[in-house]
């Protein structure tokens, strides 16, 4: 079966990088999208961007354009998500998430996600 | 963007209860329109897509529906496994958005 595993917990300093990883078991990795999302503390979640496994193909949201890189490495079924110059708002869990297309330009929903990574960011 | 805004924000019930969270979008987005479960420490869960299509392995007392702006999600008789909190998520267009989430709580 389908499973999403993430790299554990971080805890980083204000203007420092962040990099999270999501290791995909169950399926042939480069058929699908992986996206991500996050959800700080009280907050809804948020979607972030997504990653074609395939060819490499990124997509995100215009809040985090100028601050995250996708990457995978397809021997390894592993998707990445680095953040940067983290500030105490950045505070949240991450989740990665298969995304499945439905047709055309529409966007993904998300049937199996990972456990997801608390990234804490303080001085 | 589509703003997305769920009714109620926490929701007090007993096993057994039928239980209806409402999802209105500030737009029409058809039917695509995702539910999902989440539970602290744990993978999120996908029960619902196209706004009424169970996903596999869900349980059938789990309903969807709706389209254009408003949508129901129903639990038909709520089971102890069903305390979680509840989102909506639009994919009608970029970016995706999802709602402020529902709280189902022990009564």
């Known amino acids: 079966q389908v499973h999403l595993v993430q790299s554990g917990a971080e805890v980083k300093k204000p203007g420092a990088s962040v990099k999270v990883s999501c290791k995909a078991s169950?399926?042939?990795?480069?058929?699908?999208?992986m996206q991500w999302v996050r959800q700080a503390p009280g907050q809804r979640l948020e979607w972030m961007g997504w990653?074609?496994?395939?060819?490499?193909?990124?997509r995100f949201s215009q809040k985090f354009q100028d601050r995250v890189t996708l990457t995978r490495d397809k021997s390894a079924s592993t998707a990445y998500m680095e953040l940067s110059s983290l500030r105490s708002e950045d505070t949240a869990v991450y989740y990665c998430?298969?995304?499945?297309?439905?047709?055309?330009?529409?966007?993904?929903?998300?049937?199996?996600w990972g456990q997801g990574t608390l990234v804490t960011v303080s001085s | 963007d589509i703003q997305m805004t769920q009714s109620p924000s926490t929701l007090s019930a007993s096993v057994g209860d039928r239980v209806t969270i409402t999802c209105r979008a500030s737009q029409s987005i058809s039917s695509w329109l995702a539910w999902y479960q989440l539970k602290p420490g744990k993978a999120p869960k996908l029960l619902i897509y196209k706004a009424s299509t169970l996903e596999s392995g869900v349980p059938s007392r789990f309903s969807g529906s709706g389209s254009g702006t408003e949508f129901t999600l129903t639990i038909s008789s709520l089971q102890p496994d069903d305390f979680a909190t509840y989102y909506c998520q639009q994919y009608n267009s970029y970016p995706v958005g999802f709602g402020q989430g529902t709280k189902v709580e022990i009564k």
């Open positions: 169950g399926y042939t990795f480069s058929n699908y999208a």
């Open positions: 998430a298969r995304g499945i297309w439905v047709a055309g330009p529409l966007p993904y929903y998300f049937d199996f």
């Open positions: 990653i074609n496994a395939g060819n490499g193909d990124t």
